[in-house]
């Protein structure tokens, strides 16, 4: 998966959690709170990893924070490449 593709495969979930920084009112932030959950539900369907989601997620809140950026494009690197297996021999 490329950088393309995973840019638009999120990109409902990713503006979720930008509305979620940005509103003050309760009510409305329910509203994006369940829409984000929604949004996960189907990147699931999708075959991307909960893991992977919650990272990126965790990254949309504090974005400035490299700790979670780091682990999130860690993750992310992963999930392309495969699980890594060990060699026996």
Known sequence: MSD????F???GFRGAYWRLRYERQTNRR???????RKEK????GL????????????????PE???R???FL???????NGPRQMTLF
């Open 4 to 7: 393309d593709e995973f840019v």
């Open 9 to 11: 495969l999120v990109s």
């Open 30 to 36: 329910r509203k994006w709170y369940r829409l984000a």
């Open 41 to 44: 539900a189907r990147l699931a």
């Open 47 to 62: 075959g991307i990893p909960q893991e992977l989601m919650r990272l990126y997620g965790l990254h949309l809140r504090r």
């Open 65 to 67: 924070c490299q700790k």
């Open 69 to 71: 950026q780091q682990r």
């Open 74 to 80: 860690d993750a992310l690197d992963e999930f392309r």
